[in-house]
């Protein structure tokens, strides 16, 4: 027996975690090392005391006493465990972060004769806990609240709202005007000042009670809370103003900013999250469109149009991500006196609608367009193409082979993520020179001109083509000609349908062709859907054509059609 309490002793002085026994009652009997530690009590002195005395915990948040869980344990007769906010007050005044347990002790018949409580400091990793979730919920350059704490407030607000009907509240929805120009002309360090300067003006200008937050770029949201439609678009306003009047210095100059502003009230009628966040956004859009540096309240029987587009966007993701987009190809073929062996085909872009129905890409490419969505396109059409389209070197004589089209957007030649997602693509597969053709429109090109010509450069390093499409709906096609390294100009279909009975589209066409030939680019008519048409472009000399009156587009069939063999196509006519 003595050596067995011997070994227990050793064992509770040993260990990293504090232990204290109490008799039935509560008293204290012993505490080891740590315990004294933590606690700051003698275990001489503190012995026979009641544990409340020694041990002194609160509750983190609330600054409550809680009850001791060695009383707890004995009254209830299991094992009690304390939760996670528990501070130890200590005897020098200290605050401990501890987590601990207290089990009954029972004799050999089974009644409780005392109680033990194991705890240890958990003050680091509460600390850590801390920092992980203010990371989580706030942006790390502005310190605001981030996107998902903001929703998370605004759906407390939403059930507020619901379960009052003379509550509301009301959401703001801030957009920069000339944010894009200061990082642009300034560089990425003078954004970064200006949205810190821009967050420290709102938060001195709303109540204590309202929240700001920031969604994303140069996007805020501002949570007020229990304020009507008028009192929001008065705060508005002034927000407004101030940002208006506010001049940004950097280095030797200063510029101002504007604000566009979308206000929605939040109350007993709202829907969801997603509703009300969308009307905030429709509003905001609503002041960029009339001008910028405007304060808008939304108005649902004035925003169809533009929360259509918005569903686009949500059934969009969820069309990549159920993988119903779909892929047809037509053929682009040699007319006239131009010969070519090599297959030509562009690949056009459909989805899937929830019910099966075929959706044409003019219902969902100016959303995606809109919202950003048509780099991820764009990633899965060169995935799916690269991957079981393409032409490969072992698949044969490159010069009897094809060259795919693939229509890529703006907005993917300005990210530089997708100029390295499509160079890994390249380097995996094993592609023949002339394998791909990206067709870039003239509108994007323009607009562009400095990163749409080093993308060029780059692929075209890569045995890449390209072709201008649209060309002629620009207001400087010529200008801007010799400056991008095109193989092909694909003349804009507006110009092709009347060619045969409208003069000046006749001459339009024409000259288009005169500056191909002279610069040695091929040229292309997008929109043939007629023998007249398809005559009158060979008598010009147009090189090649595409349209329903030579082949209707067809489904890729799961991506297996156009498959290491040159593919064979019915033709509606022949060029």
């Known amino acids: 027996m003595f050596e067995e309490k011997e070994k227990a002793q050793v064992t509770l002085q040993s260990i990293g975690d504090g232990v204290i026994t109490t008799d039935a009652n509560g008293c204290i009997e012993t505490l080891n090392p740590v315990a004294e530690n933590l606690t700051g009590w003698e275990g001489a002195e503190a012995k026979g005391k009641k544990l409340q005395e020694v041990f002194n915990i609160l509750n983190e948040a609330t600054r409550e006493p809680l009850e001791d869980p060695v009383t707890r344990a004995i009254r209830e007769g299991k094992v009690i465990a304390v939760a996670d906010h528990t501070v130890l007050v200590n005897r020098r005044g200290q605050e401990i972060a501890i987590q601990d347990s207290a089990a009954p002790i029972r004799d050999r018949s089974g009644k409780i004769i005392g109680a033990v409580m194991v705890f240890h400091d958990v003050s680091k990793e509460r600390r850590l806990r801390r920092a992980l979730a203010y990371q989580a919920s706030h942006d790390a350059l502005t310190g605001l609240i981030n996107r998902r704490e903001f929703e998370n407030r605004l759906n407390e607000a939403l059930l507020t709202a619901r379960s009052d009907e003379g509550t509301t509240h009301a959401l703001m929805y801030l957009d920069l005007d000339q ?326 589209d006749r001459s339009m066409v024409e000259a288009i062709t005169q500056i191909g030939r002279a610069m040695g680019l091929k040229t292309v008519a997008e929109r043939v859907e007629s023998a007249e048409v398809l005559k009158c472009l060979a008598d010009i000399g147009v090189e090649y054509a595409q349209g329903i009156y030579i082949a209707m587009p067809e489904s890729v069939e799961s991506l297996s059609r156009i498959t290491r063999t040159h593919p064979q196509l019915r033709l509606v006519h022949s060029a």
């Open 179 to 504: 944010f894009k120009l200061v990082n642009d002309t300034c560089g990425h360090q003078a954004g970064d000042r200006l949205l810190k300067q821009i967050t420290g003006l709102l938060q001195t200008r709303i109540r204590t009670s309202d929240t700001i937050a920031r969604l994303g770029g140069d996007e805020f949201g501002v949570l007020l809370q229990d304020c009507t439609a008028d009192r929001a678009a008065k705060i508005a306003d002034n927000l407004r103003q101030a940002i208006r009047e506010y001049r940004f210095e950097w280095q030797d100059g200063a510029m101002n900013v504007g604000v566009s502003i979308g206000i929605v009230e939040i109350n007993s009628s709202s829907e969801s999250i997603a509703s009300v966040m969308a009307a905030a956004d429709v509003a905001c859009y609503a002041a960029k469109d009339s001008g910028r540096n405007r304060v808008h309240m939304y108005q649902s029987s004035s925003a169809p149009e533009r929360h259509r587009e918005m569903q686009w966007v949500s059934r969009l993701t969820r069309a990549c991500e159920e993988n119903r987009l779909e892929l047809y190809y037509q053929p682009i073929v040699p007319i006239g006196a131009t010969r070519d062996t090599r297959g030509h085909y562009e690949l056009l872009l459909r989805m899937r609608g929830e019910h099966g129905e075929l959706v044409q890409p003019a219902e969902f490419i100016p959303a995606a367009e809109r919202y950003n969505v048509m780099p991820m396109i764009d990633r899965w059409v060169v995935s799916q193409a690269l991957g079981a389209l393409a032409h490969y070197r072992a698949d044969g004589d490159p010069r009897h082979g094809y060259t795919l089209s693939i229509n890529l957007s703006g907005t993917s030649l300005n990210d530089d993520r997708f100029l390295e997602f499509l160079i890994n693509e390249l380097q995996t597969y094993d592609l023949s020179p002339g394998a791909v053709c990206f067709e870039i429109t003239e509108t994007a090109a323009i607009s562009n001109l400095a990163n749409v010509v080093h993308f060029m450069r780059e692929f075209r390093a890569r045995g890449c083509l390209f072709s201008l499409d649209d060309f002629g709906s620009g207001l400087s096609s010529f200008m801007y000609l010799k400056n991008l390294p095109v193989d092909f100009l694909k003349i804009d279909g507006s110009f092709i349908q009347n060619v045969t009975t409208d003069h000046v």
